[in-house]
């Protein structure tokens, strides 16, 4: 037996969880955007011989005597440089030196601004690196920004994957759909688009004007939706709270729209998803999503969708840039120089190509990490990339 770090909801959130909103961010990590890499492991290993547990639950396992063969632990953005993130190394590192186990680590990230070239890396969180790369034959990064962080201190086991998300829909021809659908859009009006707008994310200096456009566009496009993944907006949500977010109200009121308009577009238009199948599947239906999440880029791409990356850090640009995603920075978004909605479709149309070709290598890669000298098994109907 293994044991898997990870969060009770992989690819669904239970339904004891959806009765209000703290429990529901609470099973998905409080991000819903967990919830898709996650499910994306699953699809990739099989978990029969896994105990899936959170870290607290591993520690009193091991204090209890059970034994346990590895440590799979499914990993996010947790390289950075702030306290929190020290916090969270050290604790990590300590459980895993406690286990003094192999470890299998999947997806692991460094988060930056853009405008940072580097990261200045506290003590807890070097620690945490080295022990991660003595008890792991080969860890998994999501881009060349972390594989670089960790050479440059001296951690070279390791190898840029990707986000496990990009192989949920394996054997289709993802870059071939994509691209003859960004072809069609061409010809449409955008009042005629159907559109789902990924959540913004707060990390950007412009996140305030990429959130008036994307207002502006919820309330001039009548096929549309915001689909929301972060903590910022369940209360309203789940109908606990009347008030929105002050970036909201303040972009509101730059896209010139009241507050009780504001109000009342996003009562209509604001989604959050419990299930990835369910996530994917609508998103079949659309003609274009379009935002600043990595996830929620990552879950219109796995639909097939037309679906551009608005890259605002240095996470979301690694990521975009591995794994083949159109991208354009908040700048060209905010400026109008990507041009309309069906513009931006033609940059789809052309930076999707390609896709196909990364992800195979990626999956490669990704299959290294899992299956070289672990003794896991691939998920069964999964054949491996020759």
């Keep these: 037996m293994h044991a898997y770090l990870d969060l009770r909801a992989i690819s669904e959130i239970p339904g004891e969880c959806l009765h209000a909103s703290g429990p529901f961010m609470a099973a998905c990590g409080g991000n819903t955007g967990n919830l898709l890499f996650r499910h994306a492991l699953k699809g990739l290993v099989d978990l029969s011989a896994f105990e899936a547990m959170t870290y607290a639950e591993l520690g009193r396992a091991l204090a209890e005597g059970k034994v346990y063969g590895s440590i799979l632990i499914s990993a996010a953005n947790w390289i950075g440089a702030s306290e929190q993130r020290e916090g969270q190394c050290k604790a990590r590192a300590d459980l895993i030196l406690k286990a003094g186990l192999p470890v299998v680590v999947v997806g692991l990230g460094a988060q930056a601004p853009l405008q940072h070239g580097d990261l200045k890396l506290g003590p807890e969180t070097l620690r945490f690196m080295a022990i991660l790369s003595e008890h792991s034959k080969w860890i998994s990064v999501r881009d060349e920004f972390t594989a670089k962080l960790f050479e440059r201190n001296g951690f070279r086991n390791v190898i840029v994957t990707g986000c496990p998300s990009n192989f949920i829909r394996m054997g289709e021809p993802l870059e071939e759909v994509i691209g003859r659908r960004a072809h069609a859009l061409g010809s449409l009006k955008p009042k005629a688009m159907s559109v789902a707008f990924s959540e913004i994310s707060t990390g950007h200096p412009l996140s305030q004007k990429v959130l008036a456009k994307t207002l502006r566009d919820l309330r001039e496009v009548s096929d549309s939706q915001y689909v929301s993944q972060s903590s910022a907006l369940i209360r309203f949500f789940f109908n606990e709270e009347e008030s929105l977010p002050d970036v909201y109200l303040a972009a509101a009121a730059g896209a010139g729209m009241k507050r009780e308009a504001v109000v009342e577009l996003l009562r209509k238009k604001v989604r959050y998803f419990s299930s990835v199948p369910e996530w994917i599947g ?67 149309q052309r930076d999707i190509a390609g896709y196909s070709a990364k992800r195979n290598q990626l999956r490669q890669a990704m299959e290294t990490v899992l299956f070289t000298g672990t003794g896991y098994k691939p998920a069964i109907g999964v054949a491996t990339v020759a």
């Design 282 to 348: 609508w998103l079949g239906r659309f003609h274009l999503v379009v935002g600043m999440r990595i996830h929620g880029a990552m879950a219109g791409i796995q639909a097939g969708i037309p679906s551009i990356l608005i890259a605002h850090d240095s996470r979301t640009k690694g990521l975009g840039e591995v794994m083949g995603i159109p991208m354009i920075t908040p700048e060209e978004y905010v400026s109008g120089r990507s041009g309309g909605l069906a513009r931006l479709a033609g940059l789809i």
